[in-house]
């Protein structure tokens, strides 16, 4: 249940420097991890925690559900909210404890299509967490928010993506996984979210492969072809790199030798459940023999 009390933080210059460095990095220009829109300063909420951001109807969700911050596991019990990064100003709003016999699959009050498939999105990546005997392994790190600033990240991940492919790198299908079947839309609204979700990360990988940031051409038949092969037109079950496919044939002027081993890699995120952020944290890779 939501708390009744907030503390409104003082607009101090520590305050301001605060939301600089920590709040605005964290919100300006990103996505929230469980809907995937666009994060607004004035309904986005930042966990004090570990300064990770979402939507703050999602992280309210959530956390009606579990005290754990979706992207990092970190325990959280008060987020940042009602920012105004012009004026300096924000609110820290603190939680009430769950109480010990809160169920953990929510009610759908709802009559919205977008609350319901939020709410369904939220608990499948709440079962997911709660399938798991441990925290996700974190393999890597880029920096953390507020301390390492946005730009300096993404270059640091687009020399990662780059370097996966020099070294010829596999990446392993993750255990949380959603099934082929799970990626097929089933109408317009259902495949667009499912672009929303790949699109950035076939832009950087393509950036990463090709040196160019304009990857707009590349991108459409990249992404006709996604749909295509959950059309049935392209089952790719085998998952091996290396397999040659006539169905690939489009991208290989683009992609040339990269081209199959691009197609593994976008299976493994798409099919995996989690964001891109968590993604590139925890996928494992092994050598390709």
């Not at 708390?3 to 919100?27: H, Q, Y």
């Not at 492969?209 to 990249?222: A, E, Q």
Request: charged share 25%.
């Amino acid at each position: 249940m939501e708390s009744s009390s907030s503390t409104k933080l003082s607009g101090s210059s520590k305050t301001e420097k605060f939301i600089k460095r920590v709040i605005s990095p964290a919100i300006i220009g990103q996505t929230c991890p469980i809907c995937l829109t666009n994060l607004d300063p004035r309904v986005a909420a930042v966990l004090s925690v570990c300064f990770h951001a979402y939507c703050l109807d999602c992280i309210k969700k959530w956390s009606d559900l579990k005290r754990k911050c979706p992207l990092c596991s970190s325990t959280f019990d008060s987020w940042f909210y009602k920012i105004n990064i012009s004026s300096g100003k924000f609110v820290k709003h603190q939680l009430t404890a769950l109480p010990e016999d809160k169920p953990i699959v929510p009610r759908l009050q709802s009559t919205f299509t977008d609350h319901r498939r939020l709410i369904q999105r939220t608990r499948e990546e709440l079962n997911s967490i709660n399938s798991r005997r441990r925290p996700l392994p974190w393999r890597r790190s880029f920096g953390r928010p507020g301390t390492v600033p946005s730009h300096v990240m993404a270059e640091r991940k687009l020399q990662w993506r780059a370097s996966v492919y020099n070294r010829r790198l596999k990446a392993l299908p993750s255990s949380q996984g959603i099934s082929f079947q799970q990626n097929v839309p089933r109408n317009e609204s259902e495949k667009q979210r499912i672009l929303q979700r790949i699109e950035p990360w076939i832009r950087r990988e393509l950036e990463a492969i090709l040196g160019d940031p304009d990857t707009s051409i590349i991108l459409h038949v990249v992404s006709s072809l996604f749909f295509s092969s959950h059309g049935g037109k392209y089952d790719g079950s085998s998952g091996q790199v290396g397999v040659e496919d006539n169905f690939l044939a489009p991208l290989k002027p683009f992609l040339h030798e990269w081209t199959d081993m691009f197609w593994h890699e976008l299976r493994c995120f798409a099919e995996s459940s989690f964001t891109i952020e968590t993604y590139d944290a925890v996928v494992e890779y092994r050598q390709l023999e």
